[in-house]
């Protein structure tokens, strides 16, 4: 508890809390934080905690949000590093920890923005971080969801078990948006649209359309513009 009880303190001190928006909440019981995982966006993780130790917990927060939550590792053992690297936790800290340690992986997030912005997907054994602004838009026929991307000028496809409910609660964020029954489509990547389909970038076949969606796809593109002219 005295170790919870510093490190919230130097939360607290953080120089950039305010500026950053950042609102503590701290933990002792692994099996409550386990139960709101969805609140928080970046997790302090003890690599070992009573009940789900903080390496099981990291891989129930990969498992349910992918690569849109931060992990932190804290632990006094130097060989979980492999542990880190598999549950893609930004950084490992050793205990005790120390301030300016600390307040760099803080400063790091912002810096390293571009991780939160990649979207971890499996297909048996092979696993892939495909970048989200790369993604053209996710098909899904029966269980399996084709992910059509850009990858160096050239179209790709890569297909895991995915539902489109559960891509679409994770990319939403990042301007997804499910034009079609079957698919979820990256506004970033429409070149223009009407009534027979969607018309991607640096892609002649078009993909289909909701009639019914028409206006409200028109709708968030024009406010996608206007964030991004307000940059």
């Given at each position: 508890?005295?170790?919870?009880?510093?490190?919230?303190?130097?939360i607290?001190e953080?120089?950039?809390?305010?500026?950053?928006g950042?609102?503590?909440?701290?933990?002792?019981?692994?099996?409550?934080?386990?139960?709101r995982?969805?609140?928080?966006?970046?997790?302090?993780?003890d690599?070992?905690m009573?009940?789900i130790?903080?390496?099981?917990?990291a891989?129930?927060?990969?498992?349910?949000?992918?690569?849109?939550?931060?992990?932190?590792f804290?632990?006094?053992?130097?060989?979980?590093?492999?542990?880190a690297?598999?549950?893609?936790?930004?950084?490992?800290?050793?205990?005790?920890?120390?301030?300016e340690?600390?307040y760099?992986?803080?400063n790091?997030?912002?810096?390293?923005a571009?991780?939160?912005?990649?979207?971890?997907?499996?297909?048996?054994?092979?696993?892939?971080?495909?970048?989200?602004?790369?993604?053209?838009?996710?098909k899904?026929?029966?269980?399996?969801?084709?992910?059509?991307?850009?990858?160096?000028?050239?179209?790709?496809v890569?297909?895991?078990?995915?539902?489109?409910?559960?891509?679409?609660?994770?990319?939403?964020p990042?301007?997804?948006f499910?034009?079609?029954?079957s698919?979820?489509?990256?506004?970033?990547?429409?070149?223009?649209?009407?009534?027979?389909g969607?018309?991607?970038?640096?892609?002649?076949e078009?993909?289909?359309?909701r009639?019914?969606?028409?206006?409200?796809?028109?709708?968030?593109?024009r406010?996608?513009?206007?964030?991004?002219?307000?940059l």
């Open positions: 508890m005295r170790e919870l009880r510093e490190i919230m303190s130097l607290e953080y120089p950039r809390k305010a500026a950053y950042i609102s503590a909440t701290a933990f002792s019981n692994s099996e409550e934080l386990a139960e995982i969805g609140e928080f966006d970046v997790f302090l993780l690599y070992r009573p009940d130790d903080g390496f099981e917990l891989k129930r927060i990969r498992e349910e949000y992918m690569t849109t939550k931060t992990i932190i804290i632990s006094q053992y130097d060989d979980i590093v492999y542990d690297f598999e549950v893609h936790a930004h950084r490992y800290l050793t205990k005790p920890v120390e301030k340690k600390l760099r992986a803080l790091e997030l912002d810096k390293d571009y991780s939160f912005r990649r979207l971890l997907v499996r297909n048996g054994g092979d696993s892939k971080l495909i970048d989200i602004d790369s993604i053209y838009f996710i899904v026929e029966r269980k399996d969801a084709y992910i059509h991307y850009d990858s160096g000028g050239e179209e790709k890569f297909v895991c078990k995915r539902s489109l409910d559960s891509l679409e609660k994770e990319l939403t990042f301007h997804f499910r034009t079609h029954r698919y979820l489509t990256n506004l970033s990547m429409i070149d223009y649209l009407n009534t027979d969607i018309y991607i970038k640096n892609r002649e078009s993909i289909p359309i009639a019914k969606s028409l206006n409200k796809i028109s709708r968030k593109l406010e996608l513009a206007r964030q991004r002219n307000a």
